[in-house]
Structures are given as C-alpha cells and as structure tokens.
C-alpha cells in the first residue's frame, strides 16, 4: 500500500464520523465569522454614521469577548455536553447577527426609535459573542473525542485548515451581499449560515463520550488557575508580546478596509483581497514552509515570523496600492504560519509539568487583548491621520508596532537563553 493509500484510509477510519459534522459547522462559523468581522468597520461607519474611533470600540468589544469568553465557555460546554453547547451558540449566534444586521436594515428603523445606536450595538454585540464562546471549546473538544490517537494531530491539521477555508469563502461571498444588497444584509447571510448549522447540529450530531476519564474543572477553579498562570512571569510576558503581534493582525480588517476605499478605489473588492491574500496563502503554504523551518529553533522560528509579518506594513507604506497590500498581506501570512505551530509548542515547553493544558488554555488570550485594544486603536490612528497630508504614515505607525514587538521578542531570547543556559549548568 502506498503512503497516499495509507493516508486515505486513516483519513477514512481514523475519525468518529461527528467529527465530520462539528468541523463542517466550524467551516460555517467561520465563514459567518469572517463575513460579518471584514464589513463591520465600514458597515459601522459608513452605513451606521460612527466615526472610525467608535467603529473601533464597538468592534473591539465584540471581537474580544469572542475570544475571552470562552475561558467560561468550555466550561459550561464540559458540563452541558458538546451537542447542547453548539445548539446554544448557533441559536444566539443565528439571532445576534441578525439584530446587529437590524440596526442598519430600514425595516426596522421605526422599532429602535431614540435608543441609542451604540448601546444598543454594545447590547447586539456582547449577546452575539456570549453565543460565540461555545464555538471553540465545543469544536476543540469533539475533535480530542472522535479522533484515534493516531490521527489527533491529523484532526487538529484538517480543523486548521476547514477554518481557513471558511475565512476565504465567507468575505467573498460578503462582498457580493453588500455589493447587491448592502453591508446590513452580510449580517443576514451570518444569521442564516448560523441557523443552518443548528438545524445540521440538532439531526445529525451525536454525542461521543471519551474514552479517557477527563475532569471538568468548575468556574472557580478556573479563576484560580488564572491566578496561577498570571504568577508565570515567563508566560505572561510572551503573552503580552504576542498581544502587540495580534494588534498589526487585526488591522487588516480594520485599517485596510478604510484606506482601500478611501484612498485607492472605493469599489475594491477589499473583502476578497484581504481574504484570498491571508487565507489562500495560509492553505497553500502552511505544509511547506513548516516542513522547512521544523528543524529551527522554537524561539527563533517565533522571531523571524514576528519580523516577516512586520514588513506586511512596510511594503504596502512604501506604495500604498492593490498589488502592494495582496504582497504585504501574504507576507504576513508567511510570518503567521512560520510562529503560529511553534507558539503552541513553546508553550507546551515552558508550562510546569503538569500544566500543559491549563497553559494551552490561555494561548487565545493575547487575540483578546489584541482585539480589546488594537481595534480602538486602528479606529483612532486612521480618524487621527486620514485628514493629513499624508495619511500613509498610518502603515509605518503598524510597522513600528511590529518592529517593537520583533525586537522585544529578540531581547526576551536573549534573557530566557541565558536563564536556560544558567540552569543547565547549574
């Protein structure tokens, strides 16, 4: 049997077949996800009135909720089970797109009256990310439970790259919604996407029970275990860096969007520029470019990704246009997939013994902060600079950011090098 025939049959025998359904509607997520989060700053601004620091607020406070509340989340999803957890989020996903697609829809301008839009966006918008935060641990933990020891990392490999897809497939079909029928109605398209896999969720996921016994920890101990991870001085300040790596990121759903419209071509295509740059490069090139950097160092490889990103900001600041941003946002795709494996494997080289998990389990907090801070700050750089003489200047403010962040992470190898070389010959 070849090793293509090998594969394809622990493709075909190696999973539960609800792995199959819970990475299907995590495809779907993703593309509803992707979708709305490549419209909302200019949906925000330009269909709802907001100035780009609001914008920015208001999706911050989303995007980091999603990305936080899943501490809470997978705890919940634990007790109630995967398949109860999927039907809870994709009901309050399928209804929070919605009425946040609501408040720009003329049907319904009449029944918010006087409320103020941006509460009751603040209202929309942490609702739909409380549905939001069952998503991962649901999806993370049904792949642990239907996958044989053999094909978990396969399973992990294949989930990575359904979420790339649906990243590419939702803003492109995002693009035609608002190009048809306007940015409120990609709110719809999230909405029905949601809706739909809560239909494929209720006839056709089965629970799994894992053979391992696995203990669910309560919502108290994992306050504790949050003390206990903030006592790593370590992790947190890798943490943090990642933080600042995560802000430049985000910036291509928030400063991107505007600066294309804006300054370039206000009928660009900007939700498949970004799309098809980002995630089409991620699918193309994860398999090679992590099979040439394996044998480099951890903390080297997390490097030269923080600097390869960075120059994302360069090259389009250099020449702010199409083809400048699609080669910048590839650059940062190649940084992405060189660090990105590597963060979780070093994480899994500095937590104590016996503290792989707990440590894993806040490996999304830097997104959080990212998106709690970045997006309020992208809102306000670009409201700060697009009335200037040259309004460009904004990429090289995110190109500092990255080379702080790159340099940072130079100086923490030095130090953590000298701490290892230290105990080693101690």
């Not at 025939?5 to 509803?32: D, S, Y």
């Not at 306050?223 to 990642?242: D, E, H, Q, R």
């Not at 990121?249 to 009928?267: G, M, N, R, S």
């Amino acid at each position: 049997m070849s090793k293509l025939q090998e594969q394809l049959q622990k493709v075909r025998e190696g999973f539960h077949p609800t792995f199959w359904v819970a990475n299907g509607m995590e495809l779907f997520e993703r593309l509803a996800f992707y979708g709305q989060k490549i419209v909302m700053s200019l949906y925000l601004r330009d269909r709802l009135g907001f100035t780009e620091s609001e914008s920015g607020q208001l999706s911050g406070i989303f995007g980091g909720m999603i990305y936080l509340l899943p501490i809470v989340g997978g705890t919940l999803a634990d007790k109630w089970g995967f398949r109860n957890a999927f039907s809870i989020a994709f009901t309050i996903l399928a209804l929070g797109y919605f009425l946040v697609g609501s408040v720009g829809m003329t049907a319904f301008q009449g029944l918010y009256g006087d409320t103020s839009q941006y509460w009751l966006l603040v209202a929309f918008l942490f609702f739909t990310a409380i549905g939001g935060s069952f998503i991962k641990p649901a999806v993370l933990g049904t792949v642990a439970v239907t996958s044989k020891p053999e094909t978990k990392s396969l399973g992990y490999a294949i989930y990575y790259w359904l979420v790339n897809i649906g990243a590419a497939i939702g803003p492109t079909i995002a693009y035609f919604v608002r190009d048809s029928f306007g940015m409120e109605f990609v709110y719809a398209v999230s909405s029905v996407s949601c809706l739909a896999m809560l239909i494929v969720n209720l006839l056709m996921y089965k629970e799994v029970k894992s053979e391992m016994t696995e203990i669910t920890e309560s919502l108290g101990k994992k306050i504790a275990n949050l003390f206990l991870v903030l006592g790593n001085l370590k992790f947190m300040v890798l943490l943090l860096l990642y933080s600042l790596y995560w802000v430049m990121f985000w910036q291509e759903f928030i400063v991107l969007p505007y600066y294309i419209i804006d300054f370039i071509d206000p009928h660009a295509p900007y939700e498949i520029i970004q799309s098809w740059s980002a995630a089409g490069a991620i699918i193309l090139l994860q398999i090679p470019v992590n099979y040439l950097t394996k044998h480099i160092h951890t903390r080297t490889a997390i490097l030269v990704g923080f600097g390869v990103s960075s120059l994302c900001w360069l090259i389009i600041g250099l020449y702010p246009s199409i083809p400048t941003i699609v080669a910048g946002i590839v650059a940062f795709a190649l940084g992405e997939i060189m660090q990105a494996p590597r963060y979780y494997e070093y994480i899994s080289e500095i937590a104590p013994p016996g503290q792989q998990g707990l440590f894993q389990g806040y490996a999304f907090l830097p997104i959080a902060i990212a998106l709690f801070a970045g997006d309020p700050l992208g809102g306000w750089m670009y409201e700060s600079l697009k009335t200037t003489p040259n309004p460009e200047m904004i990429f090289f403010a995110l190109f500092g950011v990255g080379a702080v962040a790159t340099v940072l992470m130079a100086i923490y190898n030095v130090v953590v090098g000298r701490q290892e070389s230290k105990q080693m010959a101690s």
